[in-house]
């Protein structure tokens, strides 16, 4: 079945610093990808997607690129604040197979000021 | 226009207890699906419901049930509740149009725990 893989966190990095959250997937067919994110006593909510290889995703600064030669879908930002100390969530969905929207564990970020 | 609503906010329950939570969705939006949220574990899927029609469902146990409202307000349930149970339970909603743009819109949640 379809799966999804992300980095263990925590991740702690002093503002300002470049951040990279590693994700990777498994699929049968041709999913979307999706970061998610949740603030802390928030629910999630949709960060940025791509819905095709080599698309890329793209959101307050971060960005995501869909790579299907290596089934991966990483996370980054080229400098980070305070203010997006959160849990990021790695997702996929493959409608047309697996018909549910499958997401990973969850990496949590902090930033230092 | 009103998110995605889940009451009550926090739960706390004994064990052998049943629990009943419940989920408003984005008006408009048909779609609810249920998510267990563990430190361990992440994010799994529980249940989808559409029109009233469970839709798909996760490897839960079946002491986890759910149901969806003509008016696609949604409910969960959990009997016989076990220390496991503890959790964050988010609801999520959609529109019809599924496919590779679907998007869900998530509540924040009820914390669930289990004495």
């Known amino acids: 079945g379809n799966s999804v893989t992300q980095m263990e966190g925590p991740v702690t990095l002093s503002e300002e610093a470049f951040l990279t959250i590693n994700c990777t997937y498994t699929?049968?067919?041709?999913?979307?990808l999706f970061w998610y994110v949740q603030y802390p006593g928030e629910g999630l909510q949709l960060l940025l997607k791509a819905t095709k290889a080599d698309d890329k995703g793209s959101n307050k600064g971060f960005e995501a690129t869909y790579r299907k030669e290596t089934t991966s879908f990483h996370l980054e930002k080229g400098s980070v604040q305070v203010s997006d100390s959160a849990v990021y969530f790695c997702?996929?969905?493959?409608?047309?197979?697996?018909?549910?929207?499958?997401f990973g564990k969850g990496t949590r970020l902090h930033i230092l000021p | 226009k009103a998110g995605v609503t889940q009451t009550p906010r926090y739960l706390i329950k004994t064990r052998g207890q049943q629990v009943t939570l419940s989920c408003s969705p984005i008006s408009g939006h048909r779609s609810v699906s249920w998510y267990q949220q563990t430190p361990g574990q992440g994010l799994q899927f529980l249940f989808e419901?559409?029109?009233?029609?469970?839709?798909n469902k996760g490897n839960f146990p079946g002491r986890f049930s759910g149901r969806q409202f003509s008016n696609s307000r949604s409910e969960m349930n959990v009997s016989t509740l076990e220390l496991g149970d503890s959790a964050l339970y988010l609801c999520?909603?959609?529109?019809?149009?599924?496919?590779?743009?679907?998007?869900?819109?998530f509540g924040s949640g009820t914390q669930l725990s289990v004495l």
């Open positions: 999520a909603s959609s529109s019809t149009n599924r496919g590779p743009n679907e998007k869900l819109f």
């Open positions: 997702a996929l969905s493959d409608r047309g197979r697996d018909d549910k929207i499958i």
């Open positions: 419901y559409f029109s009233e029609t469970q839709r």
């Open positions: 699929a049968t067919g041709y999913p979307s």
